[in-house]
């Protein structure tokens, strides 16, 4: 079998993903706030990668081992929405479930749990989108600093989206729920 070679880029992309993956299976609890970083930074810049969907579930679970279950929940979230197909999707699906079970509020189980639901469509800008509209609508309290950073996210790998408009002012709308209003005026201005 003749492998295909890959280029500089993809080979050094191929050894940073590596990299991450084995010094994060044996990383203490110090080490792993170090490399969680590096990780939201590899998937940044790597979102087609085909090991993109493995390393948003391996971010989830860094920040679940870090104690921060609401910051887990929306990656495995955002994992279920952008990557509905990837092979570790089930393994996502699971640890979801843990989580939620374990750590959730009650009263926002049912929303997560909606949330968690197998899009009908493989097209990942319309499904994280509208993940966010409806989380920051309905737990836009409880996850609010998780919520902000995914946004951020969002707007970063997709920023020619159509619907940007009302993806921003929802973002603009959970700054206002959450009193932050220096940050949801820039946002309603920005959608204006």
Do not use: C
């Amino acid at each position: 079998v003749i492998q295909p070679t890959l280029s500089p880029a993809e080979t050094l992309k191929k050894y940073e993903w590596e990299f991450l993956n084995s010094s994060a299976a044996a990383a203490d609890e110090d080490a792993l706030k170090l490399l969680l970083p590096h990780l939201e930074d590899w998937l940044a810049a790597n979102p087609e990668h085909s090991a993109a969907a493995e390393a948003l579930l391996l971010k989830a679970g860094v920040q679940y081992k870090l104690g921060d279950h609401k910051s887990a929940l929306v990656s495995l979230l955002r994992q279920l929405q952008a990557y509905p197909e990837a092979d570790s999707s089930e393994r996502a699906r699971r640890l979801f479930g843990e989580i939620s079970a374990r750590k959730a509020d009650k009263k926002l189980k049912p929303v997560l749990a909606d949330a968690a639901e197998q899009p009908e469509v493989n097209a990942p800008e319309l499904n994280v989108s509208m993940l966010l509209e409806k989380l920051a609508a309905e737990a836009g309290e409880e996850y609010y600093e998780p919520l902000a950073a995914e946004f951020r996210s969002f707007f970063a790998r997709f920023p020619g989206y159509a619907r940007n408009d009302a993806v921003r002012l929802s973002l603009a709308d959970l700054h206002r729920l959450n009193g932050e209003y220096a940050a949801a005026r820039l946002a309603y201005e920005k959608a204006i």
